[in-house]
């Protein structure tokens, strides 16, 4: 995993202990390896065909047969090191390979769900790394990943409520009505990010480092604030050159909701 393709999750995995840095490290190149699958292919057949190899790699590591490829090497010693539980790598590719068919989010459930089976399986996993088996950190890890959409999806009953279209975002439409549905998956998006946090006083200390992603989820929040809700604005193109410091102050802190 290098910053290039997860700049925010690679920070985030470098403020890990050192003695579980490089498990965080292999879960998130997995994690990118399969969320860059639906971009890179150009026949949806590739893309199942891949997402069969991970789903073959993950059986094989559970099998305890060392794999040759990298990443399913370090995942194999991460999951030797800390028990992994495999459902949640499993749900991962399961829930990327149903993103494959392109089809339009109904609804925000039905996106609060891809959310769920995606980044909050990935915390769960990071959170094992980390040896923390915690209900409120489970149910922070759930709210944390139903917000963590940096891509936009669109429901189409928002975007139908304010009659934009698929259209209007491919084309960088800046008006009020596309604005309007960015402010209610963002305000959404918030509302996840406050339950997150409404559970911080009972997350174990030893949970905080699989959390600091809410840290790059609230700048991303409040930027899309400042930008009044348009998305395309060039502010938003830009990396925030102090994100690295919040996030290591937040670190050393060893909080991670906002106060």
């Known amino acids: 995993l290098n910053g290039k393709r997860d700049y925010e999750g690679f920070l985030c995995a470098l403020l890990f ?3 579980v840095r490089r498990s965080a490290l292999a879960l998130r190149a997995f994690n990118v390896e399969l969320a860059q699958i639906k971009d890179s292919v150009s026949q949806k057949t590739i893309g199942l065909m891949r997402m069969q190899f991970w789903k ?5 590591i559970y099998r305890d047969n060392h794999p040759a490829q990298p990443i399913s090497a370090e995942l194999w010693r991460a999951v030797r090191k800390h028990t992994l539980t495999r459902r949640w790598m499993l749900r991962i590719i399961s829930e990327r390979e149903k993103d494959l068919e392109d089809k339009a989010y109904r609804n925000l459930q039905e996106l ?3 959310g769920e089976n995606t980044q909050s399986s990935l915390l769960y996993l990071l959170l094992e790394t980390l040896g923390v088996k915690n209900v409120h950190a489970d149910h922070a890890a ?25 259209e209007d975002f491919i084309r960088g439409s800046r008006d009020q009505n596309v604005r309007d549905v960015i402010y209610d998956i963002a305000s959404q998006a918030h509302v996840h990010l406050q339950h997150a946090r409404s559970f911080s006083e009972n997350v174990p200390h030893a949970a905080m ?3 600091l992603q809410t840290v790059v989820l609230e700048d991303y929040l409040q930027r899309v604030r400042k930008a009044d809700f348009d998305v395309f604005h060039p502010s938003l193109q830009k990396r925030n050159p102090v994100l690295p ?4 102050l937040r670190s050393w802190r060893k909080i991670y909701s906002f106060v």
């Open 17 to 19: 202990p050192e003695a």
């Open 56 to 60: 073959s790699a993950v059986e094989n």
């Open 112 to 114: 609060e769900d891809y």
């Open 142 to 166: 759930s709210h944390i990943g139903k917000a963590r959409r940096r891509k936009v999806y669109l429901p189409m009953d928002i975007c139908m409520l304010h009659g934009a279209s698929q």
């Open 209 to 211: 480092p699989a959390f």
């Open 245 to 248: 410091l919040q996030l290591y």
